[in-house]
């Protein structure tokens, strides 16, 4: 028994100092990060911003693209029917871009097709700009993250190129380190932080632009509501 239970305990005692070892040895996520320098302070800020406009503008563009199912039905039967009163109300109810598009067209009803129409795209034309609010900040970090992060990667190269020379036939791989930490490091955060803003930024111009086809369409509706006779 005595001769079974001593391999037993060294190979325990092995695979511990192991395991210890590669504790010490390994960096986590945080100490990587540190290692990156300033620039990983800037892109963390980027990504946090990212971040926040993406969600801001998918609640926001989510909210914009609800509307009930029988919506230009029930603003048909209002306004064939005169109730244009009940119409506007009807549209502050729903509180989305093609509601207030519509309700500015109920307001100059009476006036030439081309004065509505003119209205309605004017209107229009301020709800795309209100949906594609910090969309330009979203493609500006989505383009300005990598070049920092490459900014950091020369930036680590000089470093260890300078300590190189400093330290003349002295060469130690601990030396230069820090350098090709912050050349790698700052690569990787940089091109993370791009992509996934470029990503986000696709995604929501995606949504936009079905939102745009769906205000279009409920342009032409309304329009198409005004020349149908009245039963």
């Keep these: 028994m005595l001769v079974l239970q001593i391999p037993v305990a060294d190979t325990i005692n092995a695979l511990a100092t192991t395991i210890q070892e590669q504790e010490f040895d390994s960096l986590s996520i945080i100490d990587l990060t540190m290692k990156g320098g300033w620039i990983m302070a800037i892109l963390a800020i980027l990504s946090i911003i990212a971040v926040y406009i ?17 919506f230009m039905d029930e603003i048909k039967e209002h306004i064939h029917q005169g109730r244009l009163k009940e119409a ?20 100059r009803l009476g006036k030439p097709l081309n004065d509505i129409n003119a209205a309605i795209e004017n209107v229009g034309n301020l709800e795309i700009s209100r949906l594609e609010k910090n969309l330009t900040a979203l493609a500006t970090i989505s383009g300005a993250a990598p070049m920092l992060g490459f900014l950091g990667t020369v930036m680590g190269m000089v470093t260890a190129f300078y300590d190189m020379s400093k330290a003349g036939n002295n060469i130690d791989i601990q030396l230069l380190s820090s350098g090709i930490y912050q050349a790698m490091i700052t690569t990787v955060g940089g091109l993370i932080v791009g992509i996934a803003a470029y990503v986000g930024y696709n995604v929501l111009v995606g949504r936009i632009d079905r939102i745009i086809f769906k205000l279009e369409r409920r342009t032409t509706e309304f329009l198409d509501l005004l020349n149908e006779p009245v039963a």
């Design 54 to 70: 993406f969600i801001e503008r998918w609640l926001t563009l989510r909210k914009a693209d609800q509307e009930e199912k029988y």
């Design 88 to 107: 506007t109300a009807l549209c502050k109810r729903q509180n989305t871009p093609s509601a207030r598009m519509t309700e500015k067209g109920i307001s």
